[in-house]
């Protein structure tokens, strides 16, 4: 185990969908970006910085309700094309690297 729920996503992900073909990928990157985003990205977030804050459970799940569709629609503006072009032309064990690359240059981004 490589220690991070992406990189164990991405594994499964490339499983059920192998191959760098226009079908694989999309499928991939739809996925992601419909599934694992707002259930395995976004929810547990919230659900942790809950807890740390001591606000606890429904509070996570509050933030998380009316928090996920503004960053699902302001990630939308990268992540697709991102994760394409990662599906497509970096090697599987790789990706993720790339992935959190981008990640630390579009937090800056979207920061500032």
């Excluded at 694992?36 to 996570?60: D, H, N, Q, V």
């Excluded at 998380?64 to 090697?91: D, E, S």
Aim: aromatic fraction near 16%; proline fraction near 4%.
């Amino acid at each position: 185990a490589k220690g991070c729920i992406n990189f164990a996503w991405m594994d499964a992900a490339s499983g059920w969908y192998p191959g760098s073909d226009f079908a694989s990928v999309g499928s991939k990157v739809l996925l992601d970006q419909i599934l694992f985003t707002p259930i395995g990205g976004y929810l547990p977030f919230f659900l942790i910085m809950a807890a740390l804050e001591g606000r606890g459970l429904a509070s996570g799940l509050a933030d998380a309700r009316a928090k996920t569709l503004r960053l699902l629609l302001l990630g939308w503006r990268i992540w697709p094309f991102v994760n394409f072009a990662c599906f497509t032309f970096v090697p599987a064990r790789h990706q993720m690297y790339v992935v959190r690359a981008v990640g630390v240059v579009w937090n800056a981004i979207r920061r500032s």
